[in-house]
């Protein structure tokens, strides 16, 4: 019982694969083709990424509304300004720059984390409507063709290099730190861990992953919209704690989130092979994040029990 909410997120990714290839198998009469798994992975990064950022959030014991404006914000951006590589730095600074608001407010001023963040996501939101207006702009070719390519799994590169990203950070000093402040933030204090830097830090992180998601979205879609970001609120927060991230902070893994992201993305397409009336998919799809939670609550209940 104690192991089983960090191995939640990779069961609810077992079991909605199975039933992915099981509808997919019914619907057509045949396997996935490796044109779909790529399909599937290219539309799953953009989640892993808020996944990962909001991971390292709660892990302090925090949470990040502000995900959803952040990643509209720089969806917008990246759509509009983006004509070629070397125009991405500054997406990624300005999702960072989201996240270090953010981490202003809550470690300087010292404002709840879900009061904070839920006043900044108006805010980056409604930059994003006036980036852009109404939904459209564009992405290089040659960029899609190094993230997202159709034809090419470059999508698996990125994904191991996110991953490998978290295990290297979880490593380090500052992911010690990290998972300190979230068991106890005033037991690390007394041990002399910067709270508030790292507090910051994290923020900051969890906006430049909200950027990484927004280019990889566009990369995807081929054009932006403003409102592209609202979906990742919710489901970021679900991958969390399907992937056995404790929301009192100090246990779990990103890895685990990626798994439940990956979950939660196979969803639409389990719905849809499933002949399910496209008027009804968004209740079902929303059933699925209400049982998914309840299951990542009951797992912390249990191994709070045990």
Avoid: H, K
Wanted: net charge positive; proline share 5%.
């Amino acid at each position: 019982m104690r192991d089983l909410a960090g191995r939640l997120g990779y069961l609810v990714l077992a079991a909605t694969a199975v039933a992915y290839l099981a509808v997919y198998a019914t619907g057509l009469g045949r396997l996935p083709t490796a044109f779909d798994y790529l399909s599937i992975l290219n539309t799953t990064l953009p989640l892993v990424f808020v996944a990962i950022g909001q991971s390292l959030v709660v892990l302090t014991g925090g949470i990040d509304l502000s995900v959803g404006g952040t990643v509209s914000l720089c969806v917008a951006v990246t759509a509009v300004a983006v004509t070629g590589f070397e125009q991405l730095p500054l997406v990624l600074a300005i999702g960072t720059a989201c996240g270090v608001v953010n981490g202003l407010i809550v470690a300087a001023g010292r404002i709840a984390p879900i009061l904070a963040t839920l006043a900044t996501l108006p805010i980056f939101t409604g930059a994003a409507l006036w980036v852009l207006p109404v939904p459209g702009g564009s992405i290089p070719p040659q960029i899609r063709a190094v993230l997202t390519n159709p034809d090419l799994p470059t999508g698996l590169i990125w994904l191991g290099l996110a991953v490998a990203g978290w295990l290297v950070l979880r490593r380090t000093r500052f992911g010690m730190r990290v998972y300190a402040i979230g068991s106890d933030a005033g037991a690390a204090r007394a041990v002399g861990v910067p709270v508030e830097r790292v507090t910051f830090g994290v923020y900051a992180l969890s906006g430049l992953c909200c950027a990484l998601a927004a280019v990889f979205y566009v990369s995807t879609t081929t054009a932006g919209d403003a409102n592209a970001g609202a979906p990742f609120i919710l489901t970021s927060i679900a991958a969390v704690v399907v992937g056995g991230v404790a929301f009192t902070g100090g246990r779990g893994s990103a890895v685990g989130a990626v798994a439940g992201a990956a979950a939660l993305a196979l969803v639409i397409d389990v719905l849809f092979f499933a002949g399910i009336d496209p008027l009804y998919q968004a209740l079902f799809q929303g059933l699925f994040l209400v049982v998914a939670v309840m299951l990542g609550s009951l797992a912390m209940l249990l191994r709070r029990a045990t």
